[in-house]
């Protein structure tokens, strides 16, 4: 090889060299960028109100969700369960839960980050939405009706069909007050999730739309952007 090819080849090599520091760059800014809007929103794993707690999952270090423990006297009712044993049992002990403490755990839904540790609890009942054809794992559950309502010492759950994000999207509605709304609302925009073969954004949107119907909500959970004490505040996102 003469100078001038090295030359050309070292030059090539440093331009390529630059472009991948480039794209390496991009990504790195797109994950700081997707840790600070979640952490905007996201609790961390701690108490939020004297009865309720959240736990917070990360994918690859970065926050990206919540799940839920409401305190029933000296038991506990989860919403959703989280993405993986590991987080799911690190913070259940930074709050001094047991997962045997869990008497009960209602499934918004049957996505990965919201069911990935469920059988974790094997002293809960699980309570999911209409889970035929839907992506729920083989583990026994009731499946609760569109608009039934359990009793659990003293506390009511109802549950809300809201289909559209997956087939088996619910609502819980506890005490009438209290409305935990997994992943109905996520962005405006939000793409089909993948391995989603039933997403209808109609439907979602159709839901979306019902859910600012019913009185008396005071505070709205979501799975990925935090609590939210008015409903209307998904006006926005209609
Ligand atoms: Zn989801």
Known sequence: MTGTENLKSNSKTKKELSQWTKILLII??????????????????????????????????????????LQVNEKYIAIDAGADHIQTEKGLQKLGV????????FVTHAHWDHIGSLDLFDKAVIYTGNTEDSE??????????????????????????????????????????????????????DPPPPNSKRY?????????????????????????????????FFRLWL
């Open 98 to 105: 047991s997962p045997y403490d869990v008497m009960a755990v």
């Open 200 to 232: 209808d954004s109609d439907l979602q949107l159709f839901y979306r739309e019902k859910m600012l119907e019913i009185e008396g909500v005071q505070y709205v959970f979501t799975g990925h952007f935090g609590l939210f004490k008015d409903v209307r």
């Open 28 to 69: 790195l800014l797109i994950i700081l960028c997707l840790a600070a809007v979640a952490s905007r929103y996201l609790y961390p794993t701690g108490r939020i109100a004297p009865e309720t707690c959240a736990v917070r999952i990360n994918r690859n270090g970065v926050p990206m969700g919540n799940f839920f423990l």
């Open 136 to 189: 729920f794992p083989d583990l026994p559950h009731q499946i609760m009706t569109d608009g039934e309502v359990i009793e659990l010492s003293g506390m009511s759950v109802q549950c809300i069909y809201t289909p559209g994000h997956t087939i088996d999207s619910v609502c819980y509605l506890v005490d009438g007050k209290h409305l935990f709304v997994g992943d109905l609302f996520v962005t405006t925009n």
